[in-house]
């Protein structure tokens, strides 16, 4: 797509989340962090007319997202993939638009530590929610969420999962993630509250402002953060140690299994089916 047309579009076909991310673990030692990033939130049915001299669909530009980095990651279709898993989920109402929200690959680079699907009805409503999570030891783990009786989801619904992967060596795998979506015309924010069987561990958040992707709010934003996805495997190696210079529990990168929460999730309360996040791919 001519970026000109991209920049005077109503609809466009992405979209730059420029914002921050914060981090919180509340025990046993306080430990809190915000970083500035940035985001593109793409439209898997548009892709092919992203592709430009300053942004990329599997090319090497400054900025590009490749699709082997999500989802199947063989590099094919990504919204066909997606439609597949929302069909064997019995989400039938996410009939309309998919966007994945991920860090780009910057000159080439990339890591993405959650990248987000938002998956919609044809009146724009959001129906389902898939949160696709790596570590840095190259696994990774996709949950897909949908609220009760895969009602639309608003900023009430709270969307609750079982963790399945190990994402931190100081933490175990057990306990539950709990996501809220808040979205309005010029913004977005995804929060991500972690609770183990002694409740409340971690609280994350990440969102800022929408703006369409130019070329021109795409050069500011490179300007601004020009090694976004460097920094972000860096950060997260310099908190590991301000963690083990606090003296947090580690549990290295196989930790034993995790301690049994017997209270089950109350599903209902969550606005979440009884199925809760389906778990569609773990490497």
Known sequence: MNPARIQTDANPAA????????????????HRFTYPVFYVRCDLDRLASLDSGWFGIDH???????????GPCDGSDLATWMRAQLSAAGIEEADGKIWLQAFPRVFGYAFNP?????????DGH???????????FGDRHSYLLSAAGNAPITADTELTCRKALHVSPFCRIEGRYEFRVRETPNSASVSIDYKDVDGLLIRTALGGRLKPLTRSTALAALIRQPLLTVGVVARIHWQALRLAVKKAPFYGKNPAPGRT?????????AGQPSAAARSISSD
């Open 126 to 136: 959001l129906r389902a929610l898939l949160a696709e999570v790596r570590n840095t």
């Open 261 to 269: 929460d017997d209270a089950p999730i109350d599903h209902a309360a």
């Open 15 to 30: 979209w730059l989340l420029t914002g921050q991310v914060m981090h919180e673990r509340l025990r046993p030692k306080h």
């Open 114 to 122: 959650v990248s987000l699907w938002f998956c919609h009805d044809r």
């Open 60 to 70: 090497w530009r400054p900025l590009s997202l490749h699709k082997r980095d999500h």
